[in-house]
């Protein structure tokens, strides 16, 4: 077993050398540690308004459902999150055991199955788990403690307040204790307390939260090999299976000739699947399933099968020839979505302009584990063993596809093996529902990592054009930002091309710059594939974009970044959505703008962290140069800061450093792996990792075409952490490290070099 290191170190030298011992620390990065907080009003803990209530089934704040006590004292908490590497199945339980004083030690969780009428919404998905969950969480601990506390008064014949609850113990005036175990039953008899009959404990004693000492819930099953994913379950009986689906969105066998395959030894049967139809939602793509007694046979079924495809109304999808047609889409007026006093004047009376086009291939998430599930029919019902991140919807399309009522239908969740979006939607699950029924027995559909990259929901390609409109002193009067698209609607969707208001708000319409004049559009863009949401979603072209002309704008007015975001952002205030002429459909991550505004103070600071944190303006050997860039997403503040290096005409990373500002750091431990994790994946988008399409299929294949950043370009990560007291609401951590990345990188490389990338992926040149 790994040591568990401690995150919060001294100084970044430290971190360094500590981190070399951990998983991580092997693979090059560096720690994290808390800095002076921005100065947000404090205030005491009351609930207050977030947007998991207007999530399907909501919030259940109900501790009979979450939490159980044995005799022996053991807590059971029920995680009703998937765990992804995001540390929800830790931290949410963390957070109800600090509150109800029990000793982590003697707490077990347990995985709830897809079942939101019992647990409300469990879709992980939205940086939202915390951000959600964390004061249910502190209400559902508090409950529990309060009815322990009252329990014991009844039973010793004293005033409640006079009753103690610490550590697993309950002690009376007297010198009276008892264990949880032996008061479990009285207590879980109590009623629920109110929130206001609740005293919570002060943030000076906390024992576990905002520590960030808990160590994630699985880590030594997963570094041992213990863990079950989606492909470690076995049935009795159970069959395998792989498929052969259409190679283009839309396509359908014509025929096939399954001959081969049924005479190779193992191969049990061939089966055509139904075909998805228009809009693909999360249905299988249809096509031809081999099923047979190993996964070597079915593979090699596979293999044999001969199959002449019919394209489909996609077959003439060519992303060089979409890529110009999004350009040329770009070039023209859009719908508005954000309309701030005249741009069109101030463009017309502009002593200097701009214009930059930023654009992205489409992108997979390709996870280490590859979609993989397995399914149970029988007269009963139907059983599901699948990493999924929307156990509930999976239950509920698994139903449907098979007439079932969804309540014959329990969904197992297992560990992820990392899902970014991929594995909320479980196209793969349904698959193994229909073979299972088919065949008579349990079957498992396993993806092959060629299967994921080729029939994935891509994160959407863009092209997005900046005109920038300046006066003769170089200030900036006029933003116009045109965003082209295909949109995820046209998933759920008869296609009409334009993109969703809660697309737009993703780092275009809310930008947060002291502009006169600013205008964003979105033009049409008609999807080719199954376009879904990525790690991130549309933050990553709108940051893309918008950092790159940031970058851009510096070079060209004699500036350098830091000077020209600060300018741009302007001085700290919280934004008026309406002066800023934001639209009243604006998405804020669905917060209120009321709890969760929008405050370009917390910008600031953490380009400022991340800056002086790198040593931003330190002389630099030739060939490297540091860029900047920062971002608001999923409501909370993230800078990255990205030291480039160019040798030989390669370009490496070789130091990033990442400030957040995500509100009362939970577990701080988490947030650390998070930035870490999404400092890596910025990378690989900024750097590696493209998907395009050639005659309507997927051109690339496995890793060897569809790279990764690998261990040689591995950067030092160092993590600054804002630090906030409770008061401060969680926010997003999951996804808003991803976005400032590729355009930090890409200015790190102009610092650098003096060239300008405005593609991603850029390419390493090695």
Known sequence: MLKYIQPHLANAQECVHLAKVTRRGFLGTAGSFAIAAYAVPARAFDTYAVGGSDMPHGIIENPLIFVSIDADGTVTLVAHRSEMGTGSRTSLPMVIADEMEADWARVKIVQAPGDEPTYGNQDTDGSRSMRHHIQVARKIGGSVRTMLQRAAAEQWGVEPTAVKVEMHEVTGPGGQSVGFGDLAAK???????????????????????????????????????????????????????????????????????????????????????????????????????????????????????????????????????????????????????????????ALASAAKTFTGTYTQDHIAHIPMEPPAAIAHYTAEGLEIWAPVQSPYATRVDAAAALGLDPAKVKVNVTLLGGGFGRKSKADFVTEAALLSKAVGAPVRVQWTREDDVKHSFYHTTSAERIDVAMD???????????????????????????????????????????????????????????????????NIPHAWAIGSCVGELAAQLGKDQRAMWLELIGAPRILDAKAAGLPDDFWNYGEPMSEFPIDTGRLINVLNIAADGIGYGKDLP?????????????????????????????????????????????????????????????????????ITFEKGAVEQSNYYDYDVVRADNFPVVVTHIVSHPFSVHATGVGEPGVPPVPPAIANGLFAATGERRRHLPMGIDA
């Open 622 to 690: 030739e060939g490297e140069g540091i860029g900047l860039a920062v971002h608001r997403s999923f409501v909370s503040y993230v800078a990255c800061a990205a030291r480039v290096k160019v040798v030989d005409s390669k370009i490496t990373v070789p130091e990033m450093h990442m400030a957040i500002d995500c509100g009362f750091a939970a577990n701080p431990e988490r947030i650390r792996s998070q930035l870490e994790g999404a400092a890596v994946m910025g990378m690989t988008v900024a750097l590696n990792s493209g």
């Open 472 to 538: 003769a002193a170089g200030k900036v009067t006029g933003w116009r930002h045109r965003s082209v698209a295909p949109s995820i609607l046209s998933t759920f969707a008869p296609d009409e091309g334009n993109v969703m208001p809660l697309e737009q708000g993703m780092g275009m319409s809310d930008l947060p710059f002291s502009v006169e004049n600013i205008r964003c559009e979105s033009g049409k863009a008609l999807a080719h594939t199954r376009i879904g949401w990525f790690r991130s979603v549309s």
């Open 187 to 345: 207590a879980m008899a109590q009623p629920v307390p109110p929130h206001s009959e609740i005293t919570y404990k002060t943030e000076d004693q906390f024992r576990y939260i905002g520590k960030g000492q808990v160590q994630i819930t699985d880590l030594h099953d997963i570094t041992t090999g213990a863990a079950i994913y989606g492909a470690d379950v076995i049935l009795p009986g159970m069959k395998f299976a792989v498929i052969a689906r259409p190679p283009v969105l839309g396509g359908k066998a014509v025929s096939y000739d399954a001959t081969e395959a049924l005479a190779l030894p193992g191969v049990e049967s061939v089966h055509e699947l139904p075909y998805a139809s228009m809009p693909p939602k999360f249905a299988p793509l249809g096509g031809i399933a081999v099923v047979a007694s190993n996964t070597w046979a079915a593979l090699d079924g596979r293999e044999r099968l001969k199959i002449t495809w019919e394209a489909g109304p996609h077959g003439g999808y060519s992303s060089p020839a979409y890529m110009a047609e999004m350009i040329a889409t770009s070039e023209q007026a859009g719908t508005v979505a954000r309309d701030q006093g005249d741009f069109d004047a």
